[in-house]
């Protein structure tokens, strides 16, 4: 059973119009993660929701944003999609250390985003 | 800031072949993580490595890690085709409060033909 899913799994967007990605998770993880991997690249983290507590890594762009309504939902808004965010972003969520099955992040299957 | 760094970055080898791809990287951690990805596809978790001298395999393949050199292996042992793919180490970063926080290698390019 899946258990970090990521919606949709290839979305289509024109220049300059926003786009919400989204990733749900089934494993009451307190952290979710957002990482953008560009075409033959390595994934890089955007940011992560320490339970509701947001952090943006120094180099995140302005125009990607996240939002985490609940434990189970985190969204990825990209408020002004270039031709350069084109790419696959993938969601991960890991539990609190000392728990058996928490010593690694659980990824989604991706959404690759193109840009038109 | 963490440098992650594998060699080689493309590897084509012979079916039946051994070879090890390296990861080197630059600061303090005893947490590492190797991951293949096939084209078009997420990551697909292979090692998590968690103290210094930790060794595991999984058919084919194993991999060990020297926190004292920063440095992990990942040995293939006698490639079939099936192992073709991209395989990127990881090293996190998240501290001691959760796992997750990664900084990623540029990946290697594993190519296995006959």
């Known amino acids: 059973d899946a258990m970090v899913i990521q919606n949709p799994r290839y979305q289509v967007t024109q220049f300059g119009k926003p786009v919400t990605l989204s990733c749900s998770q089934t494993?009451?993880?307190?952290?979710m993660y957002w990482y953008q991997q560009k075409s033959s690249q390595a994934p890089k983290l955007l940011f992560h929701?320490?339970?509701?507590?947001?952090?943006n890594e120094a180099d995140t762009p302005d125009n990607f944003q996240s939002r985490r309504p609940n434990t189970s939902f985190c969204f990825l808004d990209i408020r002004s999609p270039g031709l350069g965010d084109a790419a696959m972003y993938l969601c991960?969520?890991?539990?609190?250390?000392?728990?058996?099955?928490?010593?690694?992040?659980?990824f989604g299957q991706g959404t690759r985003l193109t840009v038109v | 800031e963490l440098k992650v760094e594998q060699n080689p970055l493309f590897l084509s080898m012979q079916e039946g072949k051994n070879y090890t791809i390296y990861c080197n990287y630059s600061t303090t951690s005893d947490r590492l993580y190797w991951y293949r990805q096939d084209p078009g596809k997420s990551l697909e978790s292979l090692f998590v490595l968690l103290s210094n001298g930790a060794v595991k395999q999984e058919g084919r393949l194993m991999a060990s890690l020297d926190t004292k050199a920063r440095l992990s292996t990942l040995h293939i042992t006698a490639a079939v085709h099936d192992l073709s793919a991209t395989y990127f180490c990881a090293v996190d970063l998240a501290g001691g409060t959760s796992y997750g926080k990664l900084t990623f290698g540029q990946g290697t390019i594993l190519t296995v033909h006959p």
């Open positions: 494993l009451n993880h307190n952290v």
């Open positions: 929701y320490y339970d509701k507590d947001f952090n």
């Open positions: 991960a969520t890991s539990g609190p250390l000392g728990q058996a099955k928490n010593t690694e992040a659980f």
